[in-house]
């Protein structure tokens, strides 16, 4: 037995997670309606499922069906299930994993994670894991990416990304690419770290390429750096997960703030490529194809690390490839996701910064919204119109759901502080046109306004699905906003829900603070 795991009920495990044959396509990974096999289901980052047993007109019928409590609580807990064949894969912080029956939630096999060398600044939290084959992929408190067999959780690899003595970390869920484990690194606002994408393979764990977010001089885009050594700690970190079209070859992957300072960029000046951007990639080379740039030069800290949601439909009247993100800057984008281009800008909340975004993609500045010493009055603050929970796309109402925030923040070079003389800050669930950037309805979440993480799904039945910080976990007519059903889980919420179908009945999880709870329309 590996001394990394420790294996509970592994026969059990063996019957029902059958080892397949081969890989599965891409493209045909999420053809099976009943799963949910990566972080975001699919690797469109839309959150939406097929799936329609629960709907408008029986979700008030839900109720817990099981649910898991954990043993070790992990610093945060934000990870996502994936179900496979009536399997739950689950990760708690960045050293723990179970596979549960998601029928009754009894565990098949327990892993535990021992940090060869447990120094330096470790993350001790993730997003959840990846899935490929019979191998899950998980993100490690110290920076690492690890392969472990779905049918008994043994340890099959480990490669190492950073150093968390330097303050890398990882703590994205990874993203699978043909026969790559893709992931990136946080820690941009340490001052100390450059940001990358690194590409692993699947069988191995040998790294076949690295991207590194700020070129090095000579690189395309170090032109946008001074004639300094500001890049070698540059930020532009990578701690999210990325999006893939199989029909363009295209992987796309959001940014983070530049460095080595936040709120100073006196030492860094120029746009600071290629932070707080998105970047278009080719998977199996990581060759850079396009970029678009949301914040120049930032000095707000307002990361581009939201999702990035990839959506077909019609634009001014013939369908187009298209990308959208509801970005920290509180600006809501759409891009055509061939070549970068932009098609809207509009603001989702307020926001003080900027008088639009211009056709050339660049956004134009106010007066007076770079921190000063005495410190400026700015909206959004620090924590952004949103942040990295998880947004979602309906193609049945045309609609973009995400959870905004507005609030504003005085800046100072030295740092953010609260603005005294404003309101508290205030979240919501806002669903968006697509089409025109135009807040269709809101619904307001109560209690503390702060920082709110948990993110958003919807379904086939007409649904979308919230979570707050306190621990509400909520679905909503998706067409009208009308709350129609919530539930308090006891424990804070900062992941997002999924769901999934086994044994012929739908499913509903959430992850909170300690355990994962499950909901069905006729509890077991």
């Known amino acids: 037995m590996n001394r990394h ?13 059958a080892p397949l044959a081969a890989e599965t396509p891409v493209e045909s990974r999420y053809a099976n309606p009943a799963d949910w096999l990566t972080y975001d289901r699919d690797n469109t980052s839309r959150r939406y499922s097929p799936l329609a047993e629960v709907n408008t007109g029986n979700v008030a019928r839900l109720s817990v069906s099981w649910a898991f409590q954990f043993i070790r609580l992990p610093t945060r807990t934000e990870t996502t299930p994936l179900v496979r064949n009536g399997v739950m894969y689950l990760t708690v912080g960045g050293e ?16 535990h994670y021992a940090p060869p060398n447990p120094g ?14 019979d191998r899950l992929f998980m993100a490690t408190s110290d920076c690492s990416l690890l392969a472990i067999d779905a049918r008994n959780g043994s340890l099959l690899w480990r490669a190492q990304l950073g150093d968390p003595e330097q303050l890398y970390g990882t703590t994205a869920a990874p993203l699978i690419v043909k026969n790559l484990a893709l992931l990136g690194v946080r820690g941009g606002d340490t001052g100390r770290v450059r940001g990358s994408i690194q590409a692993h393979d699947v069988e191995t764990g040998r790294r076949v390429w690295k991207f590194d977010t700020v070129p090095a001089p000579g690189e395309p885009g170090s032109e946008t750096w001074p ?27 959001p940014t983070g703030n530049p460095g080595p300072k936040d709120y100073d960029g006196s030492n860094r000046k120029g746009d600071n490529l290629y932070s707080c951007s998105l970047l278009a990639l080719r998977p199996s080379t990581g060759k850079l194809v396009w970029h678009y740039q949301f914040s120049p030069h930032n000095l707000t800290d307002w990361d581009s690390n939201q999702p990035v949601v990839l959506i077909d439909a019609e634009w001014q009247g013939r369908p187009r490839k298209l990308i959208a993100q509801a970005n920290r800057n509180a600006f809501f984008y759409v891009l055509d996701r061939t ?3 932009l098609l809207l800008a509009k603001p989702f909340t307020r926001q003080t910064w900027a008088k639009g975004i211009g056709a050339d993609g660049r956004p134009e500045l106010l007066p007076n919204v770079e921190p000063t010493a005495r410190g400026v009055k700015i909206c959004p603050d620090v924590h952004g119109g949103t942040n990295w929970q998880a947004s979602s796309y309906s193609p049945l109402t045309g609609l973009f759901y995400v959870v905004a925030r507005e609030a504003c923040g005085v800046f100072h070079k030295s740092g953010p502080r609260p603005n005294p003389d404003a309101p508290p800050p205030a979240q919501s669930l806002k669903a968006l046109d697509l089409q025109t950037g135009e807040v269709r309805w809101t619904i307001p979440f109560l209690g503390p306004g702060d920082e709110t993480f948990a993110g958003v799904m919807t379904t086939a039945g007409g649904l979308v699905f919230c979570a707050t910080r306190e621990g509400q976990l909520m679905a909503a007519d998706a067409k009208t906003g009308k709350l129609l059903w919530h539930f308090n889980t006891g424990g804070t919420i900062r992941a997002s829900p999924m769901t999934y179908r086994v044994g012929g009945k739908q499913y509903i999880a959430i992850v909170s603070k300690a355990a994962v709870f499950t909901f069905s329309l006729d509890s077991e």
């Open 5 to 17: 795991s420790r294996i509970t009920e592994v026969c059990l495990a063996l019957a029902i997670v």
């Open 96 to 111: 723990e994993a179970h596979a549960l029956d998601a029928r009754t939630g009894r565990v098949l096999w327990s892993f």
């Open 120 to 133: 330096g600044r470790r993350s001790n939290w993730n997003r959840g894991f990846a899935l490929s084959g």
């Open 227 to 253: 004639p300094n050594d500001s890049w070698k700690a540059g930020g532009a970190g990578t701690w999210t997960i990325g999006s893939y079209d199989p029909d363009l070859d295209l992987l796309y992957w």
């Open 339 to 341: 070549n970068g281009k």
